[in-house]
C-alpha cells in the first residue's frame, strides 16, 4: 500500500496562488456553501450524539437484562425454609437457569436498609425470602416456570424484570440505528449539495476552462482549482458547525443520569473527540464530490 | 512536427474534409485560404487536436492523437501556439496575465519572464492596455493579445486562425513582421487568412507555401496570387 505522502497534503491546504487565480471568485455560491456545511455539520453532531448517548443506555441495560431475574417466596415461618429448598430444586432442573441462590440474611438486610435502618431485626420479621436467579443466554421460559412453581411452591413469586427491560433495550438500539442513519443522510445530502455547488460553478467557469485547456492546462491543473476551494470551504463551514454543535449540547441543562432511564444526550470523556471527525469527513466528502464533477465537466472538452 | 495522412472529418453529416494529407515540416511557412465555411478553422482544430479526424491519421510531434491521453494533448499544446478566430480570455484577470496564461498553467514562473513578456506586449502595441480587463479590449487589441499569448511560450509550431481579421493594414503588417521573424528564428507558421495583400506581402519576406482549401481537398494553389 502506498503511505500517504502528507507533503502533498500540506500543498493542497496551502495551495498555488497562480492557480487559485485562474477561477474568479465566487461570492454567493462560496457563502453558500459554507453555510450548509456548517448546517450540517451542526445536525451531524446531534444525530451522532444521540446515537452514542442511546448506545450507551442500551448496553447499560442489556447487561443488566442479562443478569437476573428474582424469585420472591413469601410463605408462614415455619414453612418458608422448605419452600426455599424446594424452589431452588426446581430452579436447578429448570433449563435456561443458570445458577440459582438464596440471598443469605445479611444481603437481605443490606437490601432493605436504604429504607429502613441499619437495625432492623429481619430475622423476627416476616419478610420474603428472595432468590437470585441468573439466566443462561437463551433465557428460560418464564410461563412455564410459573406454572411449576404453582405447583409445587404455592408461595413463590417469580419478578421477572425482562419483560419491561427488553421493549427499551430494543428500543434504544433502534433509536441508535437511526441516529446512525441520519448520520449517513446527513452526508449523503452533503455531497449531493457539493456536488450541485461544485457543477454550477463548472457551469459558470465554462468559458474559463476551456480558455486554460486551450493553452495547454492539465486536466488535473483545472480540477485542482475548484476542488481545493470547495475542500477547504467545506472543512471550515463543518468546523463551524460542530464547534457550535458541541457549544449547544454543553449549555444543555444536564439530566440526572444515575441509574434512571435517561442518560445525558452528549459524549462522555474521550467520546468528546467523536465530533471532530466530522469535518474531516465533510471535507473527504467535498473532495470527492468536487472531484468527479470537474472530471465530468472536464471530459466533455476537447 | 504536424503531419496528417489521408484525413477525414465531417461533423456528423458530410464529410467536410476528405482524403487530406499534409507534413508541416520545422521551419515551413504556410498560408491557408478557402472561401468562408470551406473548412479552415476545422483544418487547424484538427492540427491543435481539438478535435478529432473522422478517417485517417492526425500526428503531432510524431504520436498519433488518437494514442494520446489528455495530458498529452495538453503537453503538445505547449508547443503549438494557437491565435483562435473567436478569441476567448480570462475576462477577470488583466491582458498582461492573460498573455501569460500558457507559462502559468505549465508552471513556469511568470517573474523569470517578465522582461519577456513586457518586450512581447510593446511589440503587438498593448503596453498601455496591459492592465485593462479582456472585455475592454477593442477587436483589434483581443487579437494582438491573443497572438502575443500564442507566442509567449515560445512553441514550435504558431498556428494564427485570421490574425489580421481586425486590424488595420499598418498593424496587420506589423504582426506579420512578427511572424516572419519568429519564422526566421525556426517556428513552423500556419496562418488561415483571407486576406490576400497579407500573402502578398508575406512573399516578398519569406518562402511561403498557399494551400487552399477547395472542394473539400486541400490544394497547393499556384504562385500567382
Ligand atoms: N462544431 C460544429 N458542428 C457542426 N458544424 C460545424 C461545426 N463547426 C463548423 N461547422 C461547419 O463546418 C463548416 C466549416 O467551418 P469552419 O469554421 O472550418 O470554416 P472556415 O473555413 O474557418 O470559415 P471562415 O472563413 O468563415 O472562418 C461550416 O459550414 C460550419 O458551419
Ligand atoms: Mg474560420
Known amino acids: 500500500m502506498k503511505r500517504p505522502d502528507f507533503s502533498q497534503v500540506a500543498d493542497f491546504i496551502v495551495g498555488d496562488a497562480q492557480a487559485d487565480r485562474m477561477v474568479p471568485p465566487t461570492g454567493i455560491t462560496a457563502r453558500l456553501t459554507l453555510l450548509s456545511a456548517a448546517a450540517m455539520a451542526f445536525l451531524a453532531v446531534f444525530a451522532l450524539a444521540l446515537s452514542v448517548a442511546t448506545g450507551r443506555m442500551a448496553d447499560r441495560w442489556g447487561e443488566e437484562l442479562a443478569r437476573s431475574s428474582t424469585l420472591r417466596i413469601s410463605a408462614p415461618a415455619d414453612q418458608i425454609d422448605a419452600q426455599t429448598q424446594a424452589a431452588l430444586r426446581v430452579l436447578e432442573q429448570t433449563p435456561g437457569v443458570a445458577s440459582a441462590r438464596a440471598l443469605s440474611d445479611e444481603e437481605q438486610r443490606a437490601l432493605l436498609e436504604p429504607w429502613f435502618g441499619p437495625d432492623l431485626p429481619v430475622e423476627t420479621l416476616p419478610i420474603p425470602q428472595l432468590i437470585e436467579v441468573i439466566e443462561t443466554a437463551d433465557g428460560y421460559d418464564a410461563q412455564g416456570l410459573r406454572l411449576r412453581l404453582s405447583a409445587e411452591v404455592p408461595g413463590a413469586v417469580l419478578d421477572d424484570h425482562t419483560r419491561w427491560r427488553r421493549p427499551l433495550v430494543s428500543a434504544a438500539s433502534r433509536l441508535r440505528l437511526l441516529g446512525w442513519v441520519s448520520i449517513g443522510l446527513i452526508f449523503g445530502a452533503m455531497a449531493a449539495m457539493i456536488t450541485l455547488a461544485a457543477n454550477a460553478a463548472l457551469a459558470a467557469n465554462a468559458q474559463v476552462i476551456a480558455v486554460l485547456r486551450l493553452v495547454g492546462a492539465r486536466d488535473s491543473y483545472i480540477a485542482k482549482a475548484f476542488v481545493r476551494r470547495y475542500t477547504l470551504r467545506t472543512l471550515t463551514g463543518a468546523a463551524i458547525g460542530v464547534v457550535t454543535g458541541i457549544g449547544a449540547i454543553l449549555l444543555l441543562p444536564s439530566a440526572q443520569t444515575t441509574g434512571g432511564f435517561l442518560t445525558g444526550l452528549g459524549f462522555r470523556g474521550a467520546g468528546w473527540l467523536l465530533p471532530l471527525v466530522i469535518p474531516l469527513l465533510a471535507a473527504l466528502v467535498a473532495f470527492l464530490a468536487t472531484h468527479l464533477a470537474a472530471a465530468r465537466t472536464l471530459r466533455e472538452l476537447p | ?225
Not at chain 2, 491543435?48 to 510524431?62: E, I, K, Q
Not at chain 2, 480587463?133 to 500564442?150: C, F, I, T
Not at chain 2, 516572419?180 to 507558421?189: A, D, H, P, W, Y
Open chain 2, 1 to 225: 512536427m504536424i503531419e496528417l495522412e489521408n484525413v477525414a472529418m465531417s461533423y456528423g453529416g458530410g464529410e467536410l474534409l476528405s482524403d487530406i494529407s499534409l507534413q508541416l515540416a520545422p521551419g515551413s511557412f504556410h498560408f491557408l485560404t478557402g472561401p468562408s465555411g470551406a473548412g479552415k478553422t476545422t483544418f487547424l482544430k484538427l492540427c491543435y487536436a481539438a478535435l478529432m479526424p473522422t478517417a485517417g491519421h492526425v500526428r503531432l510531434f510524431d504520436t498519433d492523437v488518437r494514442a494520446m491521453d489528455r495530458d498529452d494533448i495538453a503537453l503538445a499544446r505547449r508547443r503549438i501556439g494557437v491565435v483562435h478566430q473567436d478569441v476567448q480570455f480570462l475576462d477577470h484577470l488583466p491582458v498582461a496575465d492573460n498573455v501569460a496564461l500558457p507559462l502559468t498553467v505549465s508552471g513556469r514562473d511568470t517573474l523569470d519572464e517578465s522582461v519577456n513578456l513586457r518586450e512581447l506586449l510593446s511589440w503587438v502595441g498593448l503596453k498601455a492596455r496591459a492592465d485593462a480587463l479582456p472585455p475592454e479590449l477593442s477587436g483589434g487589441e483581443r487579437q494582438r493579445a491573443a497572438l502575443a499569448r500564442a507566442v509567449i511560450m515560445s512553441p514550435d509550431v504558431i498556428l494564427a486562425d485570421e490574425p489580421t481579421g481586425n486590424i488595420d493594414w499598418e498593424m496587420s503588417q506589423r504582426l506579420l513582421q512578427l511572424l516572419v521573424e519568429l519564422n526566421r528564428m525556426g517556428k513552423t507558421i500556419m496562418i488561415a487568412t483571407h486576406d490576400l495583400n497579407l500573402i502578398r506581402a508575406a512573399k516578398g519576406q519569406v518562402q511561403a507555401r498557399v494551400l487552399r482549401i477547395a472542394g473539400r481537398r486541400l490544394q497547393l494553389a499556384g504562385a500567382d496570387l
